[in-house]
């Protein structure tokens, strides 16, 4: 599984200091794009391999499991990665009853959307997944 490490993680957060607010409005946009696609699509996207889905490490020590909104949003990530990764779905409703509970149970965070050549964004925790898709409704 791709994992990131501290330092290139204080190297893109050092780069994105010289970017401003370019990047944290380009997050936004990504994120507010998949609660209001996954409400219309009742469908989450997500990349994985035999062994399960990769998660990101932050530097603050955060783990995050990301999701998409589309499926080409989903096949750019797994291209990204490589690795042999490929895209798959689940209902909306399975995500959230069974892959929020577990993830909060783990203490992961909900990658939202990632894009970019280096995959970054935003992550919530499964709390704020739920009550953000419930604001949507």
Known sequence: MPHTSTTENSQRNECWGTVGSAAMSQSGSQAAAFFRDVRVSRVVWLVRDDDGSPT??????????????????????????????????????????????????????????????????????????????????
Do not use: Y
């Not at 530097?59 to 798959?88: C, E, H, M, N, Y």
């Open 56 to 137: 990101h490490l932050s530097g603050d020590g955060t783990r995050s499991l990301p999701f998409w909104s589309t499926s080409p949003r989903a096949q750019s990530a797994a291209k990204i990665w490589g690795r042999g990764l490929r895209v798959d779905s689940m209902p909306l409703e399975t995500w959230c009853d069974l892959v929020l509970p577990d993830s909060a149970r783990d203490g992961l965070a909900i990658g939202i959307n990632w894009s970019g050549p280096r995959l970054v964004g935003w992550s919530f925790t499964p709390e704020q997944v739920l009550d953000r898709l419930a604001a949507t409704d």
